[in-house]
């Protein structure tokens, strides 16, 4: 059985038969892979909180040939993840993250510009004052990196540069459309002010240094995460949870 070594984050947890768990992680050389932990829900478990959901971690797998999960033999932690699970306002925000890219990558594609998104973005909420908002921009800056940008330049369905009247994001189409384009969309589009969209083209074009920067409230934080919610819900093709909380808390 080959060995192999990757710096991963863990993605979710779930129980598995009497004492094990299986793991899903996102790993910087591997992608996303599913493993099990054998004893790791015993009291003595060598495991330690080194698999709860959030935490950044090393780990030592075996492949099994003609199985699709990998065995874990070996974990040690490099961040925990303890401080993201002591409120709702975290645990909602930081499994927003995982569950978006759980939810779009597919297993064995490994993109280290989408681990260290990831792993920026859970870091980031360590000291958040906002981590709702600090779960939007990551999301912003999610779709970018994984190729499904939101478009802001011109009409994603037929291409017309010049917009009349107030800016409609559609989900399905991917980004603004003509008030014409609108009308055909067979999702409801929303309409952005002028305001939100200055706001979501700053987000999707900022140095991830300088985007945490911006800030927004009221009508344009509102219309901004409806948008991006519809869109995040089209890509990953169902609605995902504002927290996954029964999963990450619960069963941890």
């Known amino acids: 059985m080959p060995l192999i070594k ?8 779930r129980k598995w038969g009497d004492a094990d768990r299986i793991v899903t992680f996102y790993s910087k050389e591997k992608g996303k892979i ?26 030592n797998l075996f492949e099994k040939a003609g199985d699709s999960l990998l065995r874990v033999s070996q974990v040690d932690l490099v961040r925990s993840s303890q401080k993201l699970r002591e409120s709702l306002s975290l645990i909602d925000s930081a499994a927003r993250m995982v569950n978006v890219v759980a939810a779009i990558t597919p297993d064995g594609d490994p993109d280290s510009l989408l681990f260290d998104t990831l792993e920026q973005g859970l870091a980031s909420l360590h000291e958040s004052e906002d981590p709702a908002f600090t779960a939007l921009l990551f999301q912003i800056r999610l779709l970018g990196v994984t190729g499904f940008r939101p478009q802001t330049d011109h009409c994603a369905a037929c291409g017309k540069a010049h917009f009349a009247g ?21 999702v409801r ?14 987000a999707i074009r900022l140095d991830p240094a300088v985007v945490t920067r911006l800030r927004a409230s009221g009508q344009v934080r509102g219309e901004v995460e409806a948008a991006i919610e519809g869109y995040v819900t089209v890509v990953a093709g169902k609605r995902l949870p504002s927290a996954n909380f029964l999963s990450v808390a619960v069963s941890a």
């Open 6 to 13: 990757a710096t991963a984050i863990v993605l979710r947890s």
């Open 34 to 59: 599913g493993g099990v932990a054998r004893g790791a829900r015993r009291p003595k478990s060598r495991f330690g909180a080194a698999l709860e959901p959030f935490s950044l971690c090393r780990l």
């Open 189 to 202: 589009c929303i309409a952005l002010s002028r305001g939100s969209l200055s706001f979501l083209q700053q």
């Open 166 to 186: 107030e800016p409609q994001f559609s989900p399905l189409a991917g980004g603004l459309v003509c008030l014409s384009c609108a009308a055909h969309q067979r």
